[in-house]
């Protein structure tokens, strides 16, 4: 695999076009706090982009399925460096409305690259390799996250924004130039009719309510999407509480690290404790790691609050995952996981929006000891459920 020149143009792609989204984050979050006071407003400026994202999204499945996927990343990724020429039109003006253009085109653009990625490693590399290819894709777009929120910090003490969104440019363009490289066999025939089969769900439902241990799975994926949803707002808010614009890369940097050690460290896990242990007990350890952030005004419990909650989802989600792949039929997988994204933003982006709203309302230590408590109850009730199911079972075949 590591003789496959496509290989490194899309690790080495991912890399530097991480190094750029990371650094276009961080700016848009210093831009909002110094032009949007209110948080909820906050919340509604990222969701419209959000938004526009998840409404785009079909359209971009089927144009996926029915061009060459280079052409899609090529086209997408011109679209993401243009975009951020509407995010210094923002920053000269001082207009939010530009910033809100810049958030709808690059989330457009991210909505046909991500799938015309995803639907390209499978060309690039053997089946037997697939496995080994996504987890190192992973690896390397969180290490690019780590790195691109380490140096947006530091860029922001050393340039103004102007030059960091820049850089973010350079980055996307080189992305495109890496993209031009690849060497991508497709076939001709057109998907279509199988992308329309996909797209309905009617027949995946009876199929979710037949598996409870994977309904339950996707309702306690709302546990880490609490705490997900506002992450930004969250890393703006202890940024003002603590008057501190250092600690937002300190808290992304921590993150990122434990995330990818907790990835690494499932895998050992997971050969001592079953799939459903290490999902009840790290969704519980997130519960904590959101009532830890009561004392976010303390810089030392507030980093250590985002390695806890980065480790338990470095293993929370690996662990749903392999409980999707293995509980769902494979025929039904395109269908499933194409809802489980949907439900998904939508979710992230209602999380978004009760975050920015309870940021304004109540603050960010009394909101987290309710998220916390909320994620602790729902774990505590789909843990006795299992427990429930799991002796139910057991007393039917010992009776049989």
């Known amino acids: 695999m590591w003789q496959n020149k496509n290989v490194w143009i899309l690790l080495t792609g991912e890399f530097v076009a991480g190094l750029g989204l990371w650094l276009g984050i961080i700016g848009n979050l210093e831009f909002m706090q110094e032009k949007v006071p209110s948080d909820f407003m906050k919340a509604v400026i990222l969701a419209i982009g959000l938004l526009a994202g998840v409404a785009i999204g079909p359209y971009a499945g089927r144009v996926t399925d029915q061009m060459k996927k280079k052409t899609v990343m090529i086209v997408a990724g011109l679209a993401r460096a243009i975009s951020v020429i509407f995010m210094l039109l923002a920053i000269q003006t001082g207009s939010v409305l530009w910033m809100v253009i810049f958030l709808i085109l690059i989330q457009s653009a991210a909505a046909f690259y991500f799938p015309a990625l995803q639907a390209a490693i499978p060309l690039v590399v053997k089946e037997k390799e697939l496995l080994q290819m996504n987890g190192i894709h992973m690896n390397v777009a969180t290490l690019s996250r780590v790195l691109g929120t380490a140096i947006a910090g530091i860029f922001l003490v050393i340039m103004s924004l102007s030059t960091m969104y820049l850089v973010s440019l350079g980055a996307y363009l080189l992305l495109v130039v890496f993209t031009f490289f ?137 662990t749903a995952a392999t409980i999707f792949q293995t509980r769902v039929p494979k025929e039904f997988h395109g269908r499933f996981f194409s809802f489980r994204n949907m439900l998904d933003r939508i979710i992230f982006q209602i999380v978004l929006l009760l975050t920015g709203l309870m940021l304004d309302v109540i603050g960010l230590q009394m909101m987290s000891v309710i998220f916390g408590i909320m994620s602790i109850m729902i774990t505590s009730i789909f843990f006795l459920k299992y427990r429930h199911s799991n002796s139910t079972s057991l007393n039917m075949d010992v009776r049989s």
């Open 182 to 318: 690849l060497t991508i066999e497709e076939n001709n025939v057109s998907e279509t009719k199988r992308s329309k089969a996909e797209s309905s769900f009617n027949h995946l439902f009876p199929i979710i309510k037949e598996l409870p241990i994977v309904m339950m799975t996707l309702i306690m994926t709302l546990v880490p999407l609490l705490f997900i949803g506002g992450f930004n707002l969250l890393v703006i808010s202890i940024s003002e509480l603590q008057d501190n614009s250092l600690i937002k890369s300190w808290i992304y940097t921590a993150e990122g690290l434990s995330f990818m050690v907790g990835a690494f460290a499932v895998k050992r896990i997971s050969r001592k404790q079953s799939p459903y242990t290490i999902l009840f007990l790290f969704s519980f350890i997130i519960g904590l790691s959101q009532l830890l952030l009561f004392f976010a005004n303390n810089p030392v419990l507030s980093v250590i609050a985002f390695i806890v909650f980065g480790f338990s989802v470095g293993c929370f989600f690996p």
